[in-house]
């Protein structure tokens, strides 16, 4: 593919992702205000269930990702699709009866069966618009699939603006109907561009059920990767929910929130270059990671001098949590560490089907997350500690996933993975110990000394953008 097509590409995924964020901000802002705080709990509670529908296809769709990737779009069968697309959604309206008959059944609280029934409902429409998205994704439809998260998240957001603001109408309902509206109008956008895969003409039942066999018995696999890897994070919050008070979790997971933000454009690049990888040589695997750590390295490093001016201005927005922004010092670095392995070593362990691999190196993790929250939380009970343990946990998995990835190319990056852990310890000490200019002068100095050491590095990359 040429170098222009894939920056092009990252420019689509990156403008509907960056939109994403933009009105996810907006939610975190202004909604809180307009709904009542028992709305609010109920729409909240309703997100939560809502985050977890992806997870009930039980990885069929993870295998179609994994097993087609790197194919074209007039490459997929249009008979197998179709058998897989109907049982997928035959599968999803089965589980929302099951669901719902379950929490009118068991579920005593009036508000939390409310939000469990409006979350089920929407299972057969989110995991159809998740497979559409991955058909677009896996054949490089890049256009295509940043149009469908687009579409989602502006009529949603005006459907938000309509109903609260401009009717006035302040109630869970009119959230949902605004939630139901967007769900429905994607799913319908993602059938008009995967309509020659929904033509129903089937295979056997015979062959439909083997091909869901081996898409399960693949996606299962990542599937529960990534429940692994949202887990790692998701104990150290739990464990300072637990510990200490909401106001204190809710600033940690502020400044987390902002040290993530890199992570708008990494996801975006992850997206496009899976399928590139997928269908490249083997021979020239090696090289190419080299030359994308090497590039991503040299922009995460200096994408952490952005901390400086955005703590200043968030100090000035937000005076409340002006205590809290310390704490951006250690969690920044947070962002180098996913986004390595989000869009280089993930990428390369999955388009190399080895993602089993990525599932114990994620369960290892979590172990140590564990015992990294026990100690910080509930023995040693020190919130700095406890701060410090996320970024820590982060680089364990970074190190312990580069190893395993270089070993199979095999590399040897032990040199840069040092140099990287580092950079990194500079950022926290010289900003967690000195003011603002201060640190911005160590870590500045620090940065152009790594420029200078690998110049000849940055110099090959600048050279093959040129080019």
């Known amino acids: 593919m040429k170098f222009g097509r894939v920056i092009k590409n990252i420019s689509y995924s990156f403008s509907a992702n960056l939109i994403s964020l933009l009105i996810s901000i907006f939610m975190v802002l202004f909604v809180p205000k307009m709904l009542s705080v028992n709305d609010y709990g109920l729409w909240q509670l309703f997100l939560f269930y809502y985050s977890y529908l992806g ?22 069968d249009r008979k197998t699709f179709a058998g897989q ?15 719902s008959m379950f929490g009118e059944a068991f579920v005593e609280n009036s508000d939390k069966r409310l939000a469990l029934v409006c979350a089920i409902w929407l299972v057969p429409f989110v995991n159809f618009n998740n497979l559409c998205n991955f058909i677009m994704q896996i054949t490089n439809r890049i256009k295509e699939y940043a149009r469908l998260l687009v579409t989602e998240r502006v009529i949603f957001f005006l459907g938000v603006l309509f109903f609260l603001v401009i009717l006035g109408w302040n109630q869970f ?44 018995s693949v996606g299962i696999k990542l599937m529960l990767a990534n429940i692994a890897s949202i887990l790692i994070i998701g104990i150290v919050r739990y464990g300072i929910s637990m510990g200490w008070d909401v106001a204190t979790f809710g600033k940690v997971s502020l400044t987390l929130g902002v040290s993530n933000f890199l992570m708008v454009f990494i996801n975006s690049v992850s997206i496009v270059f899976f ?26 490093f200096a994408g952490l001098i952005g901390y400086y001016p955005i703590r200043y201005v968030l100090s000035l927005w937000l005076p409340k949590y002006a205590d809290s922004l310390i704490y951006m010092s250690v969690l920044f670095p947070v962002c180098v560490f996913e986004s390595k392995v989000t869009l280089l070593i993930n990428t ?14 994620n369960t290892v993790s979590v172990a140590f997350s564990l015992i990294v929250t026990t100690f910080t939380v509930a023995i040693w009970h020190n919130l700095d500690a406890a701060v410090f343990s996320i970024v820590l946990v982060y680089a364990f ?14 590399l040897n990056l032990r040199k840069n993975m040092l140099e990287d852990l580092l950079m990194c310890a500079i950022f926290i000490i010289s900003g967690w110990a000195l003011d603002s200019f201060l640190c911005m002068v160590v870590y500045g100095a620090a940065y152009i000394v790594f420029v200078l050491i690998h110049r000849c590095s940055l110099q090959q990359i600048v050279a093959m953008v040129r080019g």
Request: charged letters at 20%; aromatic letters at 14%; one cysteine or more.
């Open 55 to 76: 997870f009930l296809h039980f990885g069929w769709e993870d295998g179609i990702y994994l097993r087609y990737a790197g194919k074209r779009f007039d490459e997929l």
């Open 85 to 99: 697309f109907y049982c997928i959604i035959l599968l999803q309206i089965v589980l929302a009866i099951v669901v």
């Open 173 to 216: 309902c009119y959230m949902y109907g605004a939630q139901v509206f967007a769900v429905v109008s994607m799913a319908a956008a993602g059938a008009y561009l995967c309509k020659s895969l929904l033509v129903p003409h089937f295979d056997s039942f015979a062959a439909i059920r083997q091909e869901a066999y081996k898409n399960v």
């Open 275 to 300: 399928p590139i990888i997928k269908r490249m040589d083997e021979e020239k695997r090696s090289e190419v990671y080299t030359i994308i750590r090497n590039a991503l390295t040299f922009l995460l």
């Open 348 to 361: 390369y362990l999955k388009s190399m089907r080895k993602e089993f691999l990525m599932l114990k190196i």
């Open 397 to 410: 998995r970074c190190v312990l996933a580069e190893y395993h990835v270089t070993l199979l190319l095999g």
